[in-house]
């Protein structure tokens, strides 16, 4: 079992990747934008992944995914997700192994 957080401003998105998470046996938690987001990361105990938007109204998922990978000092597996990618937003994040 993993323990992953999903991050995601669209609730029936979020829901269902939750949803498709939890069937899988897996323990979620879920976050409706960054800063909810950046809180988590900061005071949970460590997650496994990180499931992320990229594009949230009050932040964007790069910028968690750094965050992230520079306070697990990269032994958290990190993943964006959008419906309106843009190259140049994830082009220059370290740590990047799939694009």
Do not use: W
Request: proline content about 4%; aromatic content about 8%.
């Amino acid at each position: 079992m993993y323990r992953i957080l999903v991050v995601d401003d669209e609730p029936m998105l979020l829901s269902e990747v939750v949803e498709y998470l939890n069937r899988r046996g897996e323990q979620v938690v879920s976050a409706s934008g960054f800063r909810q987001a950046r809180r988590l990361l900061e005071t949970e105990p460590p997650f496994d992944a990180l499931i992320s938007d990229v594009r949230m109204p009050d932040g964007n998922g790069v910028d968690l995914v750094r965050f992230q990978l520079e306070h697990s000092a990269g032994r958290c597996a990190c993943f964006l997700v959008t419906g309106h990618l843009d190259e140049h937003e994830v082009a220059d994040l370290a740590g990047v192994k799939h694009f």
